[in-house]
């Protein structure tokens, strides 16, 4: 299976939206607004198109949490008109069409509808799509296992955030590698800040001894 090439991907970050985010009962809502961020942080790092969409925002569902659009000011918003499945509207499709990109990255909120639905469609349609669990979330943990099983017949690839992140980077050895190791500890992995200072700090404490 080939790596994840960031010229060759667009992120697709749908319904991420406060109202249906206190529906959330398969993943801490905390974490999971954290590992959208970070999709959206490590998307304007490397560059990669985003398109953002919202589902009745002017309801109960509630806006796009204001996050993902600071965290990738690139990224483009195309609203729909009450389709649940955003791969019906054609606006959107248009849109995903536009940029040229085959590979999909994808996470949306619920996982059951909004990450599943659009996933199955665009399999269909010939791209390859990679399905963030951990960055979409759900009213259950069965919904989402049972989702899992359904999107992976249909041929969509489940893979979580971290994951993401680290085939994107694909080396330390470059000039963003401070960059992606923040991202990592603001985010994704909020201990791995530890990990860093304690490593600053015994670097230090070797540099004051000589």
């Not at 390859?128 to 259950?140: E, P, Q, T």
């Not at 943990?141 to 999107?151: E, P, S």
Request: with cysteine; hydrophobic share 45%; net charge neutral.
């Amino acid at each position: 299976m080939s790596h994840i090439k960031p010229e060759e991907t667009l992120m697709l970050l749908i319904d991420h939206q406060s109202g249906l985010f206190q529906l959330v009962k398969d993943i801490p809502v905390p974490d999971l607004r954290r590992n959208a961020i970070a999709l959206a942080k490590v998307a304007t790092l490397l560059k990669i198109p985003v398109i953002t969409s919202a589902s009745v925002p002017d309801g109960p569902n509630g806006p796009l949490i204001p996050e993902i659009h600071q965290a990738a000011p690139h990224a483009q918003y195309v609203g729909r008109r009450g389709e649940i499945n955003v791969w019906d509207s054609a606006d959107f499709v248009k849109a995903v069409e536009a940029t040229g990109r085959k590979t999909l990255i994808l996470a949306g909120t619920l996982t059951s509808v909004c990450m599943a639905f659009p996933s199955i469609s665009a399999v269909a349609a010939g791209y390859k799509v990679y399905a963030v669990v951990d960055a979409s979330g759900n009213s259950s943990v069965m919904g989402t296992d049972l989702t899992i099983a359904r999107i992976v017949q249909a041929g969509v690839i489940p893979i979580d955030t971290l994951a993401v992140i680290s085939e994107l980077q694909q080396t330390w050895n470059r000039p963003e590698a401070m960059a992606f190791a923040d991202i990592y500890a603001d985010f994704n992995m909020p201990h791995y800040r530890l990990l860093i200072e304690s490593y600053d700090k015994a670097q230090a404490v070797q540099k004051a001894k000589t």
